[in-house]
């Protein structure tokens, strides 16, 4: 796994949280997953907080950047981003740049395949039906309102039918008191 050794996948954000630079495996790894149409010409310029759907996961991210700016310091976040075939876990480190600009860069900490997960595949035809599903861990919000495994999620996915949920993002209470630690 020599080559997962580095942090890679680099995007930068200026004063106003937009875009700046995005490296290209950041960019083939955006195209290769959830957004095979995006280009650099997409990208570069637009407001990172502008990607963030649901606005509890905007804030979180908000407080964290201004957390970055304002003591200048470092952060680490562990967050799940599978493929529907790849159970992935990255380490995200978020770095303060000068004039009040940051950094990401992430690595590839474990890589596993998985069984085939519909969920995440885009290609796939969507029921009216939706799913909250986690950014940071990937677990999914249950019509019980409780939070569960994402490879529990795919046993309520009727595979021969199709019938594959709509996913949408946000953060669960669990990532989101982790993320409030770190933003204290
Ligand atoms: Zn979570």
Known sequence: MTRYRDYKYEYRIDDKDAITFVDQDWLQFAQENEAPDLTLEKVIGSNLLGHIEDDATRSLYKNLFDRIRTYGISTLIPYRCDSPTL?????LIIQPLENWGIKFKSKISSITISDYNPLLDISVPRSKQVFE????????????????????????????DLIVPEVTNSVCPKCTQLLQEWIK
């Open 133 to 160: 599903i986690c950014s940071c861990c990937k677990n999914v919000l249950f019509p019980d309102k409780t939070w569960k495994s994402l490879e529990r999620a795919l046993t309520r996915v009727n595979l021969s």
């Open 87 to 91: 159970r992935r876990e990255f380490d």
